[in-house]
């Protein structure tokens, strides 16, 4: 077994929290959370740090671990339903309708069950081949492409029941979700 090496685990945190904590947010959708489920992940990593072969992989470790987390997270019944002080608004002035339809497809993604948000999310905003995705997952390849494709169903037909006119952003839109 290999000794921890706080110095080396402290640059990746540097490195690399950020796009982590991107990940994360678009798995829970909601800031706090996904600090939460980082600081989870970062903290299982930093535990597992002396078994990882090869360092240079511990980010997709991380993701994995991030992905495994969201999708246990949602399994909680606890989870399923949370109190907002704020009232959803149906449109939001000044920012016109690209704003207006950019939260129509984020509201149907977050709606989307977590593996199948979870497969979209590495596969579309990461940018993670199907293999990654897969290993991120913790599935097999052909896993990937049946949870896309049923997301992607199922978010095309969601955007489709309020009139279709949000269609066009999908898959390539979900990439300029911001957090």
Excluded at 67 to 86: C, G, L, N, V
Excluded at 136 to 150: D, F, I, M, P, R
Aim: charge should be positive; include cysteine.
């Amino acid at each position: 077994m290999t000794r921890r090496d706080p110095a080396a685990f402290a640059e990746f945190v540097a490195a690399r929290s950020a796009a982590l904590h991107r990940s994360a947010y678009l798995m829970v959708g909601e800031r706090h959370l996904a600090q939460d489920l980082l600081q989870e992940a970062l903290t299982k990593t930093y535990v597992a740090w002396p078994r990882l072969r090869d360092p240079a992989k511990a980010e997709a470790y991380t993701r994995r671990v991030i992905t495994t987390t969201a999708i246990s997270w949602y399994r909680r019944k606890s989870w399923q339903e949370r109190p907002s002080d704020t009232i959803p608004e149906a449109s939001h002035a000044g920012h016109g309708e690209d704003l207006v339809r950019r939260q129509w497809v984020w509201d149907a993604l977050q709606a989307l069950p977590p593996r199948q948000r979870a497969a979209i999310v590495l596969r579309y905003y990461e940018d993670l081949t199907e293999a990654q995705t897969a290993d991120a997952l913790g599935c097999a390849v052909g896993t990937v492409k049946s949870q896309v494709h049923a997301g992607l169903a199922t978010l095309r037909k969601t955007l489709d029941s309020h009139g279709g006119e949000h269609l066009a952003l999908l898959p390539r839109d979900l990439t300029v979700v911001n957090p």
